[in-house]
């Protein structure tokens, strides 16, 4: 079965430093998506991307934040100065045409010390 | 705006006892509604869902129907596992929009 690839599965760093999470949608999808979800609370819409443009973003997703899919396959997410309140889980997801076809990749655990 | 209301948890059970977990959504139009898993240190998988009014999803003995008249989409399970022990999460979405998620249920079966 496809699946959405997320790497690193963990990440740890400094406060104030860049961080990119990369993520390998589904070859045949259109639309991407970062979530996150701060431990223990709910999961959190980030961003939508189709058409190699951003279609939705959150309050959350400030200046500090910004995505890319640079090379038709890889789509990231890259956080320009990381806050200790950045730290969680943050998932990519992608999906086809239709409103059942969300895939979620396994996560990227972030820990900005 | 569009929310979805989850039960509190941990739910707690015994092996073999019957699931409920309750969820309710307020939203214009006719989303989809879905339930996600998250097991122990993993991420989050489709468990179910369903696409229009009187619909039931169903996976792995779960089931949840979707029910327009009480903007409602409650999970059950007729006879629990240890092995389900996990946070469930109730969602809502339109066609190419992003998923509104509950706040997450915490389920834990004991033997």
């Known amino acids: 079965e496809p699946e959405v690839t997320q790497t690193p599965s963990h990440q740890v760093t400094q406060m104030g430093q860049e961080v990119i999470l990369r993520c390998v949608p589904i070859?045949?999808?259109?639309?991407f998506y970062w979530y996150r979800q701060i431990l223990g609370q709910k999961v959190e819409f980030l961003v939508s991307f189709y058409n190699n443009e951003i279609s939705e973003k959150s309050e959350i997703f400030d200046d500090q934040f910004s995505v890319e899919r640079p090379d038709g396959s890889n789509f990231t997410l890259k956080i320009r100065s990381t806050k200790l309140e950045d730290s969680a889980m943050y998932f990519c997801?992608?999906?086809?045409?239709?409103?059942?076809?969300?895939?979620f990749g396994s996560g990227t655990r972030l820990t900005v010390v | 705006g569009n929310s979805v209301t989850q039960m509190e948890g941990p739910v707690t059970l015994s092996e073999e006892a019957f699931l409920t977990i309750n969820c309710t959504y307020t939203a214009t139009g006719y989303p989809s509604l879905f339930w996600y898993v998250q097991y122990p240190g993993e991420g989050l998988q489709l468990l179910l869902k369903a696409t229009k009014a009187d619909d039931k999803g169903s996976n792995k003995g779960f089931e949840a129907t979707y029910r327009k008249e009480t903007t409602s989409f409650h999970l059950e399970k007729g006879s629990v596992q240890v092995s389900d022990s996990a946070v469930y999460f109730c969602?809502?979405?339109?066609?190419?929009?992003?998923?509104?998620f509950g706040t997450g249920t915490r389920l834990q079966v004991f033997p």
């Open positions: 997801a992608s999906r086809g045409q239709g409103n059942y076809g969300y895939t």
């Open positions: 969602a809502l979405g339109y066609n190419t929009d992003k998923l509104i």
């Open positions: 070859s045949n999808h259109l639309y």
